[in-house]
């Protein structure tokens, strides 16, 4: 396989976090070490409206050649509040940030409707982390991402008028970590012209397109001021929170690698992917199955058999 690209560049203001610094446990692989785990959110526009978060798992304070970690010193002055933010200084008093980070996934699994369901969220996983950086004057290079992907899949949806959405494309597949296992992703392209492209791949479980894409992050709360006229007295007033978040497509490689061959990937290399990933995912439920049981409440584990198929459905 190819060397897979997977890269978000995360830009703005910081606007607050939910870092905490804590120590490893005894049954960890280095127990007493001191880390940093949990979610920098960055307002990536002037508005402060478009806010992305990052998430953390384990950052210590050295590197594992033992030199200091930059990204460790700079969440550390974070906690410790050296470091201003919109929410309790206001976006002109917040310090600049910059996260070089990843699309990674958050998954687990949920009790849906009496049955188990494994749920994968797209978020921008770790990465370095940059205070007091020169903003671009282009508020969609702050939430870029950039990837490649084996494209499975490409989903049309008409506009609604009464929902007030637009038409799109969904486009289905998987993309890569720095290991090169696969994550079962979708993307929006919203542009006609993106959406009459990617309909055209015709791309299906067995017709896969490796691709090369990329486009911005939507990250943003909009709050609906609902006003109900009284015959007296004070007006209802009603404030409704809509949370809106998306990859949205903005281009795309213009000539797509050609499957299955030496120097691009192949189906064996996806296959083993695939049955690497279905270790992973028996393993996460083993876990999560084990966390229950501590707390009383255990469930069987059901076995999880690989993917034989020689079509790839994501």
């Known amino acids: 396989m190819r060397n897979v690209i997977n890269q978000t560049t995360i830009a703005g203001r910081v606007y607050d976090h939910e870092l905490a610094l804590k120590v490893s446990g005894n049954t960890s692989k280095n127990p007493g070490t001191e880390f940093i785990n949990g979610v920098l959110n960055i307002a990536t526009d002037e508005a402060c409206i478009n806010v992305v978060p990052v998430h953390f798992s384990y950052v210590t304070a050295t590197t594992k050649t033992g030199a200091p970690n930059a990204t460790f010193t700079a969440l550390k002055a974070i906690i410790d509040g050296r470091v201003k933010t919109v929410m309790n200084d206001g976006k002109d008093a917040a310090a600049t940030v910059r996260v070089d980070s990843a699309i990674g996934l958050n998954e687990f699994y949920s009790d849906r409707n009496g049955k188990e369901e494994l749920v994968s969220t797209k978020r921008n996983e770790g990465g370095f982390v940059r205070l007091n950086e020169v903003l671009s004057e282009n508020e969609n290079t702050r939430s870029a991402f950039k990837c490649d992907m084996v494209i499975t899949n490409v989903i049309h949806i008409e506009a609604d008028e009464e929902k007030g959405t637009p038409e799109k ?109 279905e270790v992973y995912l028996a393993d996460v439920k083993r876990r999560q199955d084990e966390y229950k049981a501590s707390k009383a409440s255990a469930a069987p584990t059901p076995a999880m058999a690989a993917n034989s198929q020689d079509t790839f459905n994501f």
Do not use: H, M
């Open 169 to 277: 494309a969904i486009v289905k597949g998987v993309i890569f970590d720095f290991k090169k296992a696969i994550l079962p992703v979708d993307f929006t392209a919203l542009n006609p012209d993106a959406i009459n492209y990617y309909l055209s791949l015709e791309a299906s479980p067995s017709n896969p397109i490796f691709t090369q894409l990329w486009g911005k992050q939507i990250s943003q709360t909009i709050v609906t001021r609902i006003v109900e006229e009284s015959a007296f007295g004070e007006n209802y007033v009603k404030e409704v929170p809509t949370t809106k978040k998306d990859f949205v497509i903005t281009g795309c490689k213009k000539e797509s690698w050609e499957w299955d061959v030496e120097g691009s990937i192949t189906a064996a290399e996806l296959k083993e992917a695939i049955a690497a990933r």
